[in-house]
């Protein structure tokens, strides 16, 4: 028998909802979400927001979407209706986005059908600045809504909440599934990690303490907005003659860089971390078309941090995303010598000399 998958499972629950049963309710829901940084590289996907490969992040603490919504709920309503702001405007091109999202995830989330939504967003962080917002702003969203669903039907399930929250924002950005667990979050089916899924990310804990306080410097090379979206550039995966090398190269690494985190290998860490941040850009290059989305600066950067590691023997490295900005990874040990070198060496090669600070933190929250 084939097993139920936590999809289905879902879709269960759903079903057996008797939304005509439930009183009408106002209220709202307010969460922040943190964005992500991918150390091993989801790049190439399958229907319906399948990845590929396995990937694994490190959740960043400062870089949050904060999003609040303000629900009325009446089980007679049957049009639903939303309102978004972002940042105290109207944003349609995000409007857009959002109605295509509610439509897709109410067939597990019910009562969105009976329910108008007014939602607010804002950001801590500059759009286009190379962190992902997609992420942040998704897992919020998801998060604000399993929240409503679960104040109306009264049923909380604390132990399942964040993993419903994690599906649910896949099915908005892949790369947000990661944002709902502190420190690293793994996402993907992958042998030797119980609890994996392609479904959902899970929490990765089992860390050596030594990289208990990694930074992450966005070191912004350029500030515009990206040349490739996400979805043209998984799209692109599909006929490029390296993918299945990628895939079953982002699943070695994925095995390398546990191992380093588990033991405190810090040279095999930066070194997997940096080949997976190649492997993304590698793929774009050789896509049809082939994106070139490093500028002058990033290789600057790039060879600037591999000749201080080697000069100082410090433990910092880079990692990229889909963009000439570079991702800065270091340790907080370090924090004086690194931020010295910052800027003294590479902030002249960033737009107007800029960088955003953030470091590992303990994922979303409510407020
Ligand atoms: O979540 P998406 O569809 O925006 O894809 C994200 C892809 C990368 O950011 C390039 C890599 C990753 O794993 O986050």
Same mark, same amino acid.
């Given at each position: 028998?084939?097993?139920?998958?936590?999809?289905?499972?879902?879709?269960?629950?759903?079903?057996?909802?008797?939304?005509?049963?439930?009183?009408?309710?106002?209220?709202?829901?307010?969460?922040?979400?943190?964005?992500?940084?991918?150390?091993?590289?989801?790049?190439?996907?399958?229907?319906?927001?399948?990845?590929?490969? !396995?990937?694994?992040?490190?959740?960043?603490?400062?870089?949050?979407?904060?999003?609040?919504?303000?629900?009325?709920?009446?089980?007679?309503?049957?049009?639903?209706?939303?309102?978004?702001?972002?940042?105290?405007?109207?944003?349609?091109?995000?409007?857009?986005?959002?109605?295509?999202?509610?439509?897709?995830?109410?067939?597990? %989330?019910?009562?969105?059908?009976?329910?108008?939504?007014?939602?607010?967003?804002?950001?801590?962080? !500059?759009?286009?600045?190379?962190?992902?917002?997609?992420?942040?702003?998704?897992?919020? %969203?998801?998060?604000?809504?399993?929240?409503?669903?679960?104040?109306?039907?009264?049923?909380?399930?604390?132990?399942?909440?964040?993993?419903?929250?994690?599906?649910?924002?896949?099915?908005?950005?892949?790369?947000?599934?990661?944002?709902?667990?502190?420190?690293?979050?793994?996402?993907?089916?992958?042998?030797?990690?119980?609890?994996?899924?392609?479904?959902?990310?899970?929490?990765?804990?089992?860390?050596?303490?030594?990289?208990?306080?990694?930074?992450?410097?966005?070191?912004?090379?350029?500030?515009?907005?990206?040349?490739?979206?996400?979805?043209?550039?998984?799209?692109?995966?599909?006929?490029?003659?390296?993918? !299945?090398?990628?895939?079953?190269?982002?699943?070695?690494?994925?095995?390398?860089?546990?191992?380093?985190?588990?033991?405190?290998?810090?040279?095999?860490?930066?070194?997997?971390?940096?080949?997976?941040?190649?492997?993304?850009?590698?793929?774009?290059?050789?896509?049809?078309?082939?994106?070139?989305?490093?500028?002058?600066?990033? %290789?600057?950067?790039?060879?600037?941090?591999?000749?201080?590691?080697?000069?100082?023997?410090?433990?910092?490295?880079?990692?990229?995303?889909?963009?000439?900005?570079?991702? %800065?990874?270091?340790?907080?040990?370090?924090?004086?010598?690194?931020?010295?070198?910052?800027?003294?060496?590479?902030?002249?090669?960033?737009?107007?000399?800029?960088?955003?600070?953030?470091?590992?933190?303990?994922?979303?929250?409510?407020?």
């Amino acid at each position: 028998m084939m097993e139920e998958t936590y999809s289905q499972q879902l879709l269960n629950d759903a079903a057996s909802l008797t939304v005509k049963a439930l009183s009408p309710a106002s209220g709202s829901a307010g969460w922040s979400c943190p964005s992500n940084i991918a150390l091993i590289k989801y790049w190439g996907k399958k229907p319906v927001q399948i990845p590929m490969n !396995p990937s694994l992040s490190m959740t960043l603490d400062e870089a949050r979407t904060f999003t609040r919504v303000d629900y009325t709920f009446d089980p007679a309503q049957t049009d639903p209706a939303f309102s978004f702001s972002f940042e105290g405007r109207q944003a349609p091109a995000f409007s857009q986005r959002i109605e295509g999202y509610l439509k897709f995830i109410t067939p597990y %989330l019910p009562l969105l059908a009976h329910t108008s939504l007014q939602i607010e967003s804002r950001n801590t962080f !500059p759009h286009s600045s190379g962190i992902a917002s997609s992420a942040s702003a998704m897992g919020a %969203l998801a998060l604000c809504l399993l929240d409503i669903e679960q104040t109306i039907t009264g049923t909380a399930h604390p132990e399942e909440f964040m993993r419903k929250a994690s599906f649910l924002a896949r099915l908005g950005s892949g790369s947000a599934s990661r944002s709902l667990f502190p420190q690293f979050s793994l996402w993907g089916k992958s042998e030797g990690w119980t609890g994996s899924s392609d479904e959902f990310a899970v929490s990765f804990s089992g860390f050596h303490p030594s990289f208990g306080n990694l930074r992450d410097t966005i070191l912004i090379v350029e500030a515009g907005a990206k040349k490739v979206s996400s979805s043209a550039g998984h799209g692109l995966m599909e006929k490029n003659p390296y993918a !299945p090398v990628r895939f079953e190269q982002a699943r070695v690494n994925l095995g390398e860089i546990r191992n380093a985190l588990e033991s405190g290998d810090w040279p095999l860490f930066l070194e997997i971390m940096e080949m997976e941040a190649l492997a993304l850009h590698a793929m774009m290059l050789t896509g049809k078309p082939g994106y070139l989305l490093m500028q002058p600066g990033t %290789l600057s950067i790039i060879q600037k941090i591999r000749a201080f590691r080697k000069e100082t023997g410090k433990r910092l490295g880079f990692t990229l995303d889909a963009g000439a900005n570079v991702h %800065l990874i270091f340790s907080g040990n370090d924090s004086d010598r690194v931020n010295a070198f910052i800027s003294s060496e590479l902030l002249p090669h960033c737009e107007n000399g800029r960088a955003i600070s953030d470091r590992m933190g303990d994922g979303p929250q409510r407020f």
